[in-house]
């Protein structure tokens, strides 16, 4: 089954840029779109930025439209989100999800619900 581990978690100040790490083992990882979502406390889980199995398609939560960049190396099995200008409001635990099984759409891919597995987390504070 597939597993998920992220890092490059940590402490930031306001404008800063921090680039978090999804390691992704177990089949089928090619074909498996990844979605990051962060959660703070009192929140719910909200979604960040997805990218499809080839890495050619992705969405972004308003929130962080052009200070937030998903990427995917398949080579290395690992997707990436870069993220810049970081904000206050950007400090949450930051979780990747695979095995989507929704429709590929702006809210599919950005809902913690369609998304089987689910790594352990990094944080990421912001001050």
């Known amino acids: 089954h597939v597993q998920l581990v992220e890092s490059g978690g940590g402490s930031v100040q306001v404008g800063g840029s921090l680039s978090l790490s999804c390691a992704v083992s177990?089949?089928?990882?090619?074909?498996?779109?990844v979605g990051w979502f962060r959660q703070s406390p009192g929140n719910k889980r909200e979604g960040v930025a997805a990218i499809n199995g080839l890495g050619v398609d992705t969405y972004y939560a308003d929130s962080v439209k052009g200070r937030f960049t998903v990427s995917r190396d398949n080579a290395k099995k690992t997707v990436y989100l870069q993220m810049d200008d970081l904000k206050v409001e950007d400090s949450a635990m930051y979780f990747c999800?695979?095995?989507?099984?929704?429709?590929?759409?702006?809210?599919?891919?950005?809902?913690?619900?369609?998304?089987?597995?689910w790594g352990q987390g990094t944080q990421v504070t912001v001050s």
């Open positions: 999800a695979a095995q989507f099984r929704g429709s590929w759409s702006p809210v599919s891919t950005l809902s913690s619900s369609q998304y089987y597995a």
């Open positions: 177990g089949p089928p990882y090619i074909s498996s779109s």
